[in-house]
């Protein structure tokens, strides 16, 4: 269909949901909106720059799949706006390699203004490198005008263990994606955050660690508890073994396989929290009647009962191998385009 110059422009609210969705779900994108924004109103642009991301020289030259996004153009604009504009704009940070990101003045500059922003990923970047102490206290400091609420990371890469205070950073978080394997130290770090009411881990083989997670005594105001996990993660193998031995009597205990990697734990608006807190609420009401919870990528949810055939009074889990049964394969095909949770 063509359209003539006379055509009327779209109304400004249909503009700006475009904007809003297009920039957040194809990052490729910004430019070219930047210039839509532009042509129709300021006040909507905004929406392109809720997220930055913020990658060191070094990361970006090393080959990837995906390859990373396009953040040129979108810097060079920050770069041009004020510090309100930037401070009212973003909410998302994903900061990979903090070491790469501090050695850069104009990246240090862009964080300092960045005192709006609630979502925060930080990963150590495609060449695995620890940030230098000195590196890691200064990015501290930089975060510390924010009031992060929900955070992926590694724990131990921005918390020293020898210091018993809570970092700034951590005061405000409420929801926690963390990389790490949780050893006595973090959880000690873990019980001592004076917000968080949700945590997803993902490297946990233990039950009795996962138990102290759920203890209202040590973690008082918990209320979601996501184990993660991947075909092929030591975790997975052994889901059966940990969630027979899982005490949740306020069933706050959810196991499940993200529908993606990386940020969406962070997300500003879906992510596998919101499947959590649904799956936990239909628990609680009992309308959650088997084992398995399939839910799709357009994030509806169906309860799938647990097959009793040949395996009477089991639940069906993948075995340490992968395998599953004949009938949960069968599953698998009927619901195309499905991630499955797992729950106790």
Known sequence: MMFSTTDPPLPLDIVREVIETSGLQSYTEIPMLMRLCHSTADGLEPLLHRRVHLISRESELVSRTPKPPDIAAQLHVLTSKS??????????????????????????????TCTGATHLRVTLGRRWRRASPEARDTFLALLAPMRIQRLHCLV?????????????????????????????????????????????????????????????????????????????NPVYATLTQITSKVIDKAQRFVCCKPRRADDEGVELDGGFWPVAEEFLAKKARGEVAGLFLIFSFNGGLISVQPTRTGHEGKEILPSARGAISPETRRRQRDLSSTTSIYAR
């Not at 930037?86 to 240090?108: F, P, T």
Request: aromatic share 4%; proline share 6%.
């Open 83 to 112: 510090p309100d504009f930037i401070a009212n704009a973003v909410r998302l940070l994903v900061v990979e390699d903090i070491q790469g990101v501090m050695e850069s003045a104009s990246y240090r500059a862009l964080l300092a």
């Open 156 to 232: 131990d890469d921005l918390w020293d263990i020898t210091l018993s205070a809570v970092p700034a950073l951590f005061a405000s978080v409420t929801h926690l994606t963390m990389d790490d394997r949780l050893n006595k130290e973090e959880l000690t770090h873990l019980a001592a955050l004076p917000a968080l009411t949700h945590l997803a881990v993902d490297r946990c083989h233990n039950a009795n660690t996962i138990n102290r997670l759920l203890d209202p005594g040590d973690f008082p105001r918990l209320r979601v508890l996501v184990l993660l996990h991947q075909p092929g």
